[in-house]
């Protein structure tokens, strides 16, 4: 950050922003990284990419952050919820082909909790159908599906280094293309929809506006900070895992009936960005009260988007949506961060053991 100040550069498109690029493209495999200040705008370039638009559908779960809906409901297109799978809460592939209708674009695979979908059966129907595979890896940086990176198996993907993230510079984000042709278009829409890159390479004699734009690069301070963060990628994700995989080993298989604990397919690795229970709906409260008096920070989310108010004017969900609507009031994320060390997991696992315990009928643990 100390040398962005010193050459002077902060606006975008500076070397630590070219430095970026180059991390992920060797992370990923990706050819084509285009770093923005936010995976919301990486979501909406790739559906200005997408060109959908008025009276197109984009098929995604509801289980999301709204970004993933918003950025399709700014072109006018109508983001159709299907319902996500019980065991890894991400969309259910088996249930996509039934809300493809002859006005749907896109698929757009959310991968929650950094455990991708099952993207070689996404990538299937994607392809029957002649629609974009679209993944919004937000939280799946340096996660793989069947040894190939999560982001590389869409036409178009998009990363989030939001300061919940396991990289982050605060507000970040990138944009993952497949193809040459998305890519070059898409350098254009993030600069405002002008040719600025090919003048700035002497490409062109001046620039000027040539397709519908947007600003959503990354300035050159929050890049070198991304950096920083990007070059212990590998030893900040293997830290989240093992924290992960302590939870997993003391809680998988020892909690009460109507308890559960993450599912990881065996064809995903996944990148340790949350570690969270489903309990009992009526308990969800009570245990997230309960950490909360021993000092610990839990929480739950998403609000199933076909339930928001906005869904009402601009999207739909033609089918059942049980998990999606039963499954977020059951959840609670436990504190998991890259410093978090063994003795503050046993304290949560302790606490969630003790909440367990005192439950009528309920203190026998499956797996004693
Ligand atoms: C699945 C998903 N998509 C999109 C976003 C938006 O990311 P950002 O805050 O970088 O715009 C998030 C952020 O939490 C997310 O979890």
């Given at each position: 950050m100390q040398e962005v100040l010193r050459s002077g550069q902060l606006s975008a498109g500076g070397l630590s922003t070219a430095a970026c690029e180059g991390l992920m493209r060797q992370h990923t495999g990706s050819a084509h990284v285009l770093l923005t200040h936010s995976c919301t705008a990486a979501l909406e370039l790739a559906a200005i990419l997408s060109e959908v638009g008025p009276g197109d559908e984009v098929i995604l779960p509801s289980f999301t952050f709204p970004s993933t809906a918003n950025a399709f409901v700014l072109r006018g297109a109508t983001p159709t919820f299907v319902d996500i799978r019980p065991d890894t809460l991400n969309l259910d592939e088996t249930l996509v082909e039934a809300a493809i209708t002859p006005r749907t674009r896109a698929i757009v695979a959310v991968h929650y909790a950094g455990v991708p979908c099952d993207l070689e059966a996404l990538s299937a129907i994607a392809h029957r159908h002649g629609l974009l595979l679209i993944e919004d890896a937000a939280q799946a940086y340096l996660s793989s599906w069947q040894g190939r990176a999560a982001g590389t198996w869409g036409d178009l993907a998009t990363f989030s280094f939001h300061g919940t993230?396991?990289?982050?510079?605060?507000?970040?984000?990138?944009?993952?293309?497949?193809?040459?042709?998305?890519?070059?278009?898409?350098?254009?829409?993030?600069?405002?929809?002008?040719?600025?890159?090919?003048?700035?390479?002497?490409?062109?004699?001046?620039?000027?506006?040539?397709?519908?734009?947007?600003?959503?690069?990354?300035?050159?301070?929050?890049?070198?900070?991304?950096?920083?963060?990007?070059?212990?990628?590998?030893?900040?994700?293997?830290?989240?895992?093992?924290?992960?995989?302590?939870?997993?080993?003391?809680?998988?298989?020892?909690?009460?009936?109507?308890?559960?604990?993450?599912?990881?397919?065996?064809?995903?690795?996944?990148?340790?960005?949350?570690?969270?229970?489903?309990?009992?709906?009526?308990?969800?409260?009570?245990?997230?009260?309960?950490?909360?008096?021993?000092?610990?920070?839990?929480?739950?989310?998403?609000?199933?988007?076909?339930?928001?108010?906005?869904?009402?004017?601009?999207?739909?969900?033609?089918?059942?949506?049980?998990?999606?609507?039963?499954?977020?009031?059951?959840?609670?994320?436990?504190?998991?961060?890259?410093?978090?060390?063994?003795?503050?997991?046993?304290?949560?696992?302790?606490?969630?053991?003790?909440?367990?315990?005192?439950?009528?009928?309920?203190?026998?643990?499956?797996?004693?």
């Amino acid at each position: 950050m100390q040398e962005v100040l010193r050459s002077g550069q902060l606006s975008a498109g500076g070397l630590s922003t070219a430095a970026c690029e180059g991390l992920m493209r060797q992370h990923t495999g990706s050819a084509h990284v285009l770093l923005t200040h936010s995976c919301t705008a990486a979501l909406e370039l790739a559906a200005i990419l997408s060109e959908v638009g008025p009276g197109d559908e984009v098929i995604l779960p509801s289980f999301t952050f709204p970004s993933t809906a918003n950025a399709f409901v700014l072109r006018g297109a109508t983001p159709t919820f299907v319902d996500i799978r019980p065991d890894t809460l991400n969309l259910d592939e088996t249930l996509v082909e039934a809300a493809i209708t002859p006005r749907t674009r896109a698929i757009v695979a959310v991968h929650y909790a950094g455990v991708p979908c099952d993207l070689e059966a996404l990538s299937a129907i994607a392809h029957r159908h002649g629609l974009l595979l679209i993944e919004d890896a937000a939280q799946a940086y340096l996660s793989s599906w069947q040894g190939r990176a999560a982001g590389t198996w869409g036409d178009l993907a998009t990363f989030s280094f939001h300061g919940t993230k396991n990289l982050s510079c605060g507000e970040g984000g990138a944009l993952l293309c497949n193809s040459a042709s998305l890519a070059r278009r898409a350098v254009t829409l993030r600069d405002k929809g002008t040719d600025r890159q090919a003048f700035l390479v002497g490409q062109v004699p001046r620039y000027s506006w040539i397709d519908c734009g947007t600003s959503a690069a990354i300035g050159e301070l929050a890049a070198a900070c991304l950096r920083a963060q990007l070059e212990e990628a590998e030893h900040i994700t293997a830290r989240r895992v093992a924290a992960w995989v302590r939870y997993d080993a003391a809680l998988c298989g020892s909690l009460p009936k109507g308890f559960q604990t993450p599912v990881v397919p065996a064809a995903a690795r996944h990148n340790g960005h949350l570690y969270y229970l489903l309990v009992p709906a009526e308990l969800r409260d009570a245990l997230l009260r309960h950490l909360a008096q021993a000092g610990i920070e839990a929480c739950s989310h998403y609000e199933p988007l076909h339930t928001a108010r906005a869904a009402a004017r601009f999207a739909s969900a033609p089918g059942p949506m049980l998990q999606s609507e039963s499954l977020p009031a059951r959840l609670v994320r436990l504190p998991l961060w890259c410093g978090i060390s063994d003795v503050e997991i046993d304290q949560v696992v302790a606490e969630v053991r003790t909440f367990a315990e005192r439950l009528p009928g309920r203190a026998r643990a499956l797996g004693a």
